[in-house]
T-cell receptor, first 116, second 110 residues
Framework: DGGITQSPKYLFRKEGQNVTLSCEQN?????MYWYRQDPGQGLRLIYYSQIVNDFQKGDIAEGYSVSREKKESFPLTVTSAQKNPTAFYLC???????????????FGPGTRLLVL | SQQGEEDPQALSIQEGENATMNCSYKTSINNLQWYRQNSGRGLVHLIL?????REKHSGRLRVTLDTSKKSSSLLITASRAADTASYFC??????????FGTGTRLKVLA
């Protein structure tokens, strides 16, 4: 059963706590992405990675960190520096088809992060 | 502001009617994609149209692209209650990342 999985579905964070959201794909895609979605809003890019051991900041990277040690995995850590972390977090992956060109993005089911 | 802006923000129609939503963008693109999101779920890819294409069909979906006006439209024909969702356009400027619009919330009434 191929696709992208995200866990957990719901995550609760206490003040001052770092939490990590998991994203795994078995589609053999090179590129992976993390987006944040606030209620009634579109998606904003947090981080993206085009290849293992390399990643780039997106538009709202402050307070977040990522790693890309394996092609299949792209975990996102929400640090205590992120003062307003409550949101829906979506992971996606895609195939690179050439320099600067992407194709369809495949999305995971999302993780909803709530602050206690 | 977002590269892609959908219009209208919300749309309510009766089952069987057609639904049209529009997307405008600001800079030149490689391709434009439309996605659907059911409430509380991830996004599902619907259709991709490249900058050298003007129209594309997939089942009940028809997408047009006008690069001179920097706009695209998504038409869903003979809508069903199951089409109720938010629809987003996403543009690829060739910078390894897509920029998503704020979405159109479609409600199809049975």
């Amino acid at each position: 059963d191929g696709g992208i999985t995200q866990s957990p579905k719901y995550l609760f964070r206490k003040e001052g706590q770092n939490v990590t959201l998991s994203c795994e794909q078995n589609l053999n895609h090179d590129a992976m992405y993390w987006y944040r979605q606030d209620p009634g809003q579109g998606l904003r890019l947090i981080y993206y990675s085009q290849i293992v051991n390399d990643f780039q900041k997106g538009d709202i990277a402050e307070g977040y960190s990522v790693s890309r040690e394996k092609k299949e995995s792209f975990p996102l850590t929400v640090t205590s520096a992120q003062k307003n972390p409550t949101a829906f977090y979506l992971c996606a992956s895609s195939i690179k088809v050439g320099w600067g060109r992407q194709e369809t993005q495949y999305f995971g089911p999302g993780t909803r992060l709530l602050v206690l | 502001s977002q590269q892609g802006e959908e219009d209208p923000q919300a749309l309510s129609i009766q089952e069987g009617e057609n639904a049209t939503m529009n997307c405008s963008y600001k800079t030149s693109i490689n391709n434009l994609q439309w996605y659907r999101q059911n409430s509380g779920r991830g996004l599902v890819h619907l259709i991709l149209i490249r900058s050298n294409e003007r129209e594309k069909h997939s089942g009940r979906l028809r997408v047009t692209l006008d690069t001179s006006k920097k706009s695209s439209s998504l038409l869903i024909t003979a809508s069903r209650a199951a089409d109720t969702a938010s629809y987003f356009c996403a543009t690829d400027k060739g910078t390894y990342k897509y920029i998503f619009g704020t979405g159109t919330r479609l409600k199809v009434l049975a």
